[in-house]
């Protein structure tokens, strides 16, 4: 089995990965094969996880289908890998607040057109938002990657 990611940095990743809102063992699967520098089988993700095949299984069915792991044939098996980066996972959890909280509000907010400059506002404010949270969020990722990157290097 090649170097593995220490699981606190699977967990922080992990939690990072559950704002796509995939479920709790897509996520740390998904954050597993982030981190790992190899693609993994589904024994070694059964292994890194601690979650049993059948649920391991179901995970990289659902994160095949999204399109965030792909596989290679290794003889009868399949090695799974993400070529995902945390940059466009930050991007798609934004996506996603977007659809599904900011552009529901913003429906909302048009209702009222006497409140047109407020809502404005509102509206600048939340792009705003958006923004700081990437930059944040990314960030603190970073931090907390370069972190255990040095307590692994000790």
Excluded: W
Aim: proline share 3%.
């Amino acid at each position: 089995m090649h170097s593995t990611p220490p699981q606190t940095l699977i967990n922080l990743v992990s939690r990072l990965v559950s704002r796509l809102e995939l479920g709790e063992a897509a996520s740390k699967v998904l954050a597993t094969l982030i981190l790992s520098e190899f693609p993994l089988s589904q024994t070694e993700i059964v292994h890194l996880t601690g979650y049993s095949l059948s649920q391991v299984s179901s995970a990289l069915s659902l994160l095949v289908s999204v399109g965030l792991v792909s596989f290679v044939k290794a003889g009868r098996k399949k090695l799974y890998f993400s070529d995902k980066g945390i940059d466009e996972l930050l991007g798609e959890i934004a996506r996603k607040m977007i659809e599904k909280d900011l552009k529901p509000l913003a429906r909302e907010l048009e209702k009222f057109p006497k409140e047109r400059e407020k809502i404005q506002s509102l509206m600048d404010e939340c792009n705003q938002a958006i923004e700081k949270l990437q930059e944040t969020f990314l960030l603190d990722t970073l931090k907390n990657m370069r972190s255990m990157n040095a307590k692994m290097n000790r």
